[in-house]
């Protein structure tokens, strides 16, 4: 039986995006969108200062992978302002001053999966792919060949750290 799209209207992204954070965003009514906080252009201390295990972690996976330039360069990195959405699960740091505007056409992710993470496509874990896996879902953005942003999900160890040295505001 074939589906029919008769009277199915494409979302507006920006509308679906808005109701999304309202739904499973942190229930306030000021939030990064309404708010905009300062972009920081200053570092503000090295990576390896605060999550070093993380730092030494990365550089084997990314060198695993064949990115040896990032693997040299992620431990060099330094923090310019760490992710404000309040989702207690994201342990989130910008290595570069944070970006009004999307990345552009020069960015790209590299992505280390946890191995217990499932393959919706196989039905296989992560770790079945012969791919390193890391403890933690990470995801680093990289533009222009720079390490921009590294994503840790779900690892309180790292997100205590963080928001030890870079609490929310009052």
């Given at each position: 039986m074939k589906e029919s799209r008769e009277g199915w209207v494409p979302p507006n992204v920006r509308e679906a995006e808005k109701l999304l954070r309202q739904l499973f965003g942190d229930g306030s009514e000021t939030n990064q969108d309404t708010i905009p906080r300062p972009i920081n252009t200053t570092p503000l201390f090295p990576l390896k200062q605060i999550w070093p295990e993380v730092v030494e972690r990365l550089a084997a996976l990314l060198a695993q992978t064949g990115e040896a330039a990032l693997a040299e360069a992620v431990h060099e990195l330094d923090v310019f302002d760490r992710c404000r959405s309040g989702a207690d699960y994201c342990a989130t740091v910008h290595t570069q001053p944070r970006s009004a505007e999307r990345y552009g056409p020069s960015h790209r992710c590299v992505v280390f999966w946890s191995r217990d993470t499932i393959c919706v496509d196989t039905g296989l874990p992560a770790s079945s792919g012969g791919r390193p896996t890391a403890p933690h879902i990470t995801i680093l953005?990289?533009?222009?060949?720079?390490?921009?942003?590294?994503?840790i999900l779900d690892d309180a160890e790292s997100r205590s750290r963080l928001l030890t040295v870079l609490p929310d505001e009052s």
């Open positions: 953005d990289v533009v222009d060949e720079e390490i921009v942003c590294i994503e």
